[in-house]
């Protein structure tokens, strides 16, 4: 067989590849799994990606995080937003070293709103989550307070992002905690 030969039957079977391997990923991404198949031999996804970012269920609201102070006398400060999402701009395609902090307490606020929903939660039960002492620990260290604050405390809500004609939801408030 001569070297262009066997060069053009090796871009055929590597097109053939190529394609059957692209045809198997898009088969797979089938919200509702008509074709099985290609997971059947790849159930981890490491061959075949699965690039269904939003489902099954797509986001529908914004989580806000919301922090106060208890002052000595007894009153609190104005709620006030932790972490309110960036502007995206296009310097951070390249570098967003911000995203990690956002991600860490947006990942905490869902794992707490999860935990709620569950049946027979207890408040007390919470407070011993992961993500409520990686809340709690980042009101308490990272966040200002007011200078003659006393205690602090963290509130979730959701919104309809954009949408403005839909209140915000309060979804979970925290207890009173100290201040060191």
């Known amino acids: 067989m001569s070297d262009s030969r066997r060069a053009r039957v090796a871009r055929i079977v590597m097109g053939g590849f190529l394609g059957s391997w692209f045809a198997a990923t898009l088969l797979s991404q089938d919200p509702f ?34 922090v106060r102070d208890e002052l000595p006398d007894g009153s609190v400060t ?23 902090a956002e991600k860490v307490v947006a ?7 999860g935990f709620t929903k569950e049946e027979g939660r207890k408040k007390e039960d919470i407070q011993l989550s992961v993500s409520y002492l990686t809340i709690l620990n980042y009101m308490t260290y990272q966040e ?9 405390q963290f509130l979730i809500a959701a919104s309809a992002g954009y949408d403005e004609s839909e ?14």
């Open 33 to 66: 799994r008509k074709f099985p198949g290609a997971r059947r031999y790849d159930p981890t996804g490491a061959a075949i990606p699965d690039w269904r970012f939003f489902a099954p269920r797509p986001g529908m609201h914004d989580y806000h995080l919301l």
């Open 144 to 152: 200002e307070h007011h200078n003659d604050a006393k205690r602090t």
């Open 167 to 180: 209140e915000p939801l309060m979804l979970f408030l925290s207890n009173l905690h100290p201040l060191p």
């Open 107 to 113: 990942d905490s606020v869902v794992g707490i709103v």
């Open 78 to 100: 104005d709620w006030r937003e932790v972490l309110p999402v960036e502007q995206r701009a296009p310097r951070h395609f390249f570098w967003y070293a911000n995203r990690r």
